[in-house]
């Protein structure tokens, strides 16, 4: 591993990747739980628009990873998040933050299919974009506190899953010696 041989460093990518998924998408529903908003994961429009269980499927596109019925029935706001690196930004290439990127990035993505998703992006450095952050506050009510806890599940995810790693590489190195 350590040497550079095998697949592992793209494996763990991917496992930090779905940690940090699975972490604010938990988190988001617990926040929007919380100001009264019935929530649904991975779900994707039926009929009518009514949703429906979603299934992830290679090619196929879940349309809400997080879908919060408001309280009183006022409607209902879809989700798709999505964490971009900063490091995987072509560099010098892209104005803004990895965030405002993965955000136009995720628009263009839903524009003409899913108009009525709304983007819910962060940098893998935390920063979220604001259109995001409005849309979490101002149509979902959301406490900035709430949104910075969202935030922190995050970057904590992102954290443990360093750790693992890092102790993968340690008990790998201290078996061949």
Do not use: N
Not at 37 to 64: I, L, P, S
Request: aromatic share 4%.
């Amino acid at each position: 591993m350590a040497e550079g041989r095998g697949a592992h460093w793209e494996q763990c990518a991917v496992a930090t990747t779905h940690a940090r998924h699975q972490a604010v998408v938990a988190q988001l529903g617990r926040e929007l739980r919380a100001v009264g908003c019935g929530v649904e994961f991975e779900m994707t429009q039926g009929e009518g628009g009514k949703a429906v269980k979603g299934r992830r499927e290679k090619g196929k596109f879940v349309q809400g990873d997080v879908v919060a019925a408001l309280p009183g029935g006022k409607g209902t706001v879809w989700m798709d998040t999505t964490i971009s690196s900063v490091a995987g930004m072509v560099a010098g290439s892209q104005a803004g933050s990895a965030a405002r990127w993965a955000y136009d990035e995720k628009v263009k993505k839903l524009r003409e299919a899913h108009p009525t998703v709304h983007p819910i992006a962060w940098s893998t450095s935390s920063l979220m974009d604001g259109r995001s952050r409005r849309t979490l506050v101002e149509s979902l009510r959301l406490s900035a506190a709430a949104v910075d806890r969202v935030t922190a599940a995050m970057m904590i995810a992102q954290a443990q899953s360093l750790l693992r790693i890092r102790g993968g590489i340690e008990r790998h190195r201290a078996a061949r010696v």
